[in-house]
């Protein structure tokens, strides 16, 4: 046959019901399409689940050595590999109050530039000067980036403000604050730093910026933001043990299965054919055909569901998850072809009356 006959035939079979598409492309959207949308959850989930772990201070570690923290050396772990952002604290000497609450001290410390970049992601406005106070004492002061709050010591400009809720577990120490940037010289009472992905010989380094720190010390000088959280969140850990990570052998499997089946049911037709002067060539580019036409807008037609399944609720750019769930589809569409195949080449003409009994 030459390739417009084998065309003709291939969709003369899908026009009238011989090839049953409806029925294999809903087979192939439940199976493949669901293990598709069923790992891009666990995977949104598990993004979710870190996302909310760091942004509950999972991440921050803070070494305390009241008077013996060197400030620079502090500030300079935000450079290391590991370390997203790192800075030294201390009580100020001076208590700043306002006159909105002329009776009240607000307790104020003294950081190192970097500091606030620990508690907030919110980039910071190059050569910008001011303090920053906590969400709690700025909703009550109604001060915000860019405002000026008035001070016992005189107007001050407000370069932001960082989230402190005592309600998820968190160290009230800043949960009513104000920092005060001052340059990274001299001694401080600790050094905070966010590590992440967390990382315990990372974690260690914080120790260096304590004079005459042991490196084999115990954790005792050592403490987490947020107690109440777990001690780690290893997100590569949690994606490479997730309960759908054979996700696309298992989806092979299952369309092999299916290409296999859907083909075997049709062997009394394809040994007729063959009978009739079909060559197997021929049979076999009818039959790949014919998945093919069927194959394709069934794939279209997954695409939107992974992607939603893929970008909902997910706090990460979405490449990396839609990448597995179409390698699934993919893996699916590989394995329908691979059993259409083996049903195709073993089926023989020599068989048909054997198929004709046992139809």
Not at 171 to 181: D, G, K, N, R, V
Not at 256 to 275: P, V
Request: charged letters at 15%; aromatic letters at 6%; proline letters at 7%.
């Amino acid at each position: 046959m030459k390739g417009r006959e084998i065309g003709r035939e291939a969709v003369r079979d899908i026009l009238s019901g011989t090839a049953n598409a409806t029925l294999l492309t809903c087979i192939f959207l439940a199976l493949v399409g669901g293990l598709a949308i069923a790992d891009a959850r666990v995977l949104v989930n598990t993004m979710d689940e870190a996302a909310r772990w760091r942004a509950g201070g999972g991440a921050i570690v803070i070494m305390n050595a009241p008077g013996k923290i060197d400030g620079a050396a502090c500030a300079a772990l935000r450079d290391t590999a590991g370390i997203r952002a790192s800075g030294a604290i201390r009580p100020s000497p001076t208590s700043l109050s306002t006159p909105a609450m002329p009776s009240t001290a607000v307790t104020t410390w003294d950081v190192t530039p970097g500091f606030p970049a620990v508690l907030t992601t919110a980039p910071a406005t190059p050569g910008e000067t001011g303090l920053w106070l906590s969400e709690a004492l700025a909703q009550d002061l109604n001060r915000y980036h860019g405002a000026t709050l008035a001070t016992t010591h005189g107007p001050a400009p407000v370069a932001g403000t960082f989230p402190m809720p005592e309600e998820d577990g968190r160290l009230p120490t800043l949960a009513y604050a104000i920092l005060a940037p001052v340059t990274a010289t001299g001694r401080f009472d600790a050094c905070w730093a966010e590590v992440w992905p967390p990382d315990p010989m990372r974690r260690d380094l914080l120790r260096t910026t304590a004079y005459g720190a042991d490196a084999d010390a115990s954790d005792s000088g050592l403490a987490r933001l947020n107690p109440s959280l777990a001690a780690d969140y290893d997100t590569g850990h949690a994606i490479r043990n997730r309960i759908t990570r054979l996700s696309p052998a298992l989806a092979l499997l299952l369309a092999w299965i299916l290409g296999l089946l859907a083909s075997r049911i049709r062997r009394l037709e394809m040994a007729s054919n063959l009978h009739a002067g079909m060559t197997p060539r021929a049979l076999l580019g009818v039959h790949c055909l014919q998945v093919a036409l069927w194959l394709i807008p069934t794939i279209l037609i997954a695409l939107p569901a992974t992607i939603w399944a893929a970008t909902a609720g997910n706090p990460s750019p979405p490449g990396t998850v839609l990448t597995r769930e179409w390698t699934i589809l993919a893996a699916g569409a590989v394995g329908l072809l691979l059993g259409t195949l083996a049903a195709v080449a073993t089926t023989k003409e020599a068989h048909l009356f054997r198929y004709y009994k046992t139809r």
